[in-house]
């Protein structure tokens, strides 16, 4: 994604003179002119100029376009919700392309590649466009949150750091990377998900489950037979008998607690796609099956956590560092990029692209003994030496937010910053001047690359006036 970092010039200084001489609910009907429905729609890039059209209980509501960061709002006080949402666009490959999300209250509905996994992954037949209305106003909050996990598994199974994914995909409020700007974490989850293996891939496998002979899981993995067995008999037996065939696929498990089949609906709390699973396990191999190394139940597994250093700031066309990472349980840990177009991982090594923010993760995904590590994320900048230093405008630095910036990360080293103080870098009234400071990492000011420019331009106005 591009760097808002190097754009740092003029309308810093401008702000800095200026400054001197100066979140899917409940479905039902709806009625009234604050009515919404707004979102983003995206595909780690906002979608511009798309099509979004809201398909309801009595009607369709007219086509509106995406604005340039992915954004737009449907008047729904004249439908009937629920509705299924979905936006026409052209892809990168000039394709026509579409994507599904739901629409059961007013407010925010995002649109993008993980909530049409998760319209696909409650879905009778797996496919996210064959999903009607009728079939909305049958799904819980429950068997939404059961699908949105079953698509945090997969996409994890796929090297996908779903760290940053909300609870509530559809209804969080998030920031599409645009050339207006770069996206949010959320966003960053999306970019991580083009890197890694694309839409068509995962919704078949959440459709088949991963089938291998009679076996089939949500990951592809064995689960662990023997916790499945005590689920299965806790949960399951008393109504289907020691064993059931269609168990042995975990999606079809899942599926039949998604439509409540015999009343199954109540298990989407606790029959999760680990818990699912393990009981395929079970049914296919019986005890025999405990080799594998799906999740277990999280109390019935060690917890292991994963320690990721981020670089200091790294100046384009030199050595990339050395990544290390590493997992307190011993196994191995895999890195990747969530900027690939800034930074990419391969085999382990780091190479640098471009100039911007590189976000990096580290996870790992557990075996029979450890649970899967909770992924760490970090991130650093690359500057680029040659590249014109150009700020965005209209930035309004606040003196008071530098004063309390400047104690908590500057003092330490400068001391403080009362008018001639002789250890404050000089020209430090100057957002550039201290940029430059941190970019050429002057008395190891390197370590400083967080601050973002807004921070930059409310420590230069503090230090402007320092007596304040």
């Known amino acids: 994604m591009n760097s808002l970092r190097p754009k740092l010039t003029q309308s810093l200084t401008v702000a800095l003179l200026a400054t001197l001489t100066a979140c899917g ?19 780690g890039w906002a979608i511009d100029k798309g099509s979004v059209t809201l398909v309801c209980a009595t009607a369709s509501t007219a086509p509106v376009n995406t604005a340039s960061d992915g954004s737009y709002s449907v008047d729904v006080s004249n439908m009937t919700l629920p509705c299924v949402a979905r936006v026409d666009y052209t892809d990168s490959t000039g394709k ?4 599904h999300s739901l629409v059961r209250g ?4 995002n649109i993008n590649p993980v909530t049409d996994m998760v319209v696909a992954s409650l879905s009778a037949t797996g496919a996210a466009s064959d999903v009607q209305v009728a079939e909305v106003k049958t799904y819980t909050e429950d068997r939404i949150r059961t699908a949105t996990q079953m698509v945090k598994t997969e996409l994890t199974s796929k090297g996908v750091s779903t760290a940053f994914l909300p609870d509530d995909v559809i209804g969080s409020k998030m920031t599409a990377t645009s050339a207006s700007g770069k996206g949010d ?16 891939t995962v919704e078949n496998e959440l459709k088949t489950g991963h089938e291998a002979g009679k076996l089939s899981t949500s990951t592809g993995q064995t689960g662990n037979a023997t916790v499945g067995k005590a689920i299965y008999e806790a949960s399951c037996q008393s109504c289907h008998g020691a064993r059931i065939a269609d168990a042995s696929n975990a999606s079809k498990t899942l599926k039949a607690i998604h439509e409540n089949e015999g009343g199954m609906g109540y298990l989407a709390s606790t029959i999760t796609a680990a818990a699912a699973d393990n009981i395929a396990t079970y049914m296919a191999n ?11 139940s999280p109390a019935l597994l060690t917890t292991q956590t994963i320690t990721f250093t981020p670089p200091a700031t790294q100046t384009l066309g030199a050595v990339a560092p ?10 191995p840990v895999t890195i990747g990029s969530l900027t690939p177009a800034v930074c990419n991982v391969n085999a382990g090594a780091l190479k640098l692209l471009t100039a911007g923010n590189c976000t990096l993760t580290a996870s790992q995904s557990g075996n029979a003994t450890f649970a899967a590590a909770t992924g760490k994320t970090i991130a650093f900048s690359i500057i680029d030496p040659s590249a014109p230093v150009v700020p965005p405008v209209g930035l309004i630095p606040v003196a008071s937010n530098g004063k309390v910036l400047y104690a908590s990360r500057c003092s330490s080293c400068h001391g403080p910053a009362a008018a001639g103080g002789s250890k404050v870098l000089n020209g430090a009234n100057s957002a550039i001047t201290i940029l430059s400071a941190i970019n050429n990492n002057r008395g190891g000011m390197g370590t400083l690359s967080i601050l973002t420019q807004q921070n930059l331009a409310d420590i230069a106005a503090f230090l402007a006036t320092p007596n304040m």
């Open 286 to 296: 019986g005890l025999s099956g405990n080799s594998g190394t799906a999740a277990t």
């Open 25 to 43: 609910g409940g479905g039902g009907s709806t009625t009234g002119a604050s009515a919404i429905v707004k979102g983003v729609a995206a595909t």
């Open 185 to 200: 974490d959320y966003d960053a989850v999306l970019d991580g998900i083009a890197a890694k293996t694309n839409i068509k």
């Open 106 to 109: 007013t407010g925010t509905v």
């Open 96 to 99: 026509p392309a579409r994507l």
């Open 322 to 331: 050395a990544l290390t990472a590493s997992a307190s349980s011993g196994l």
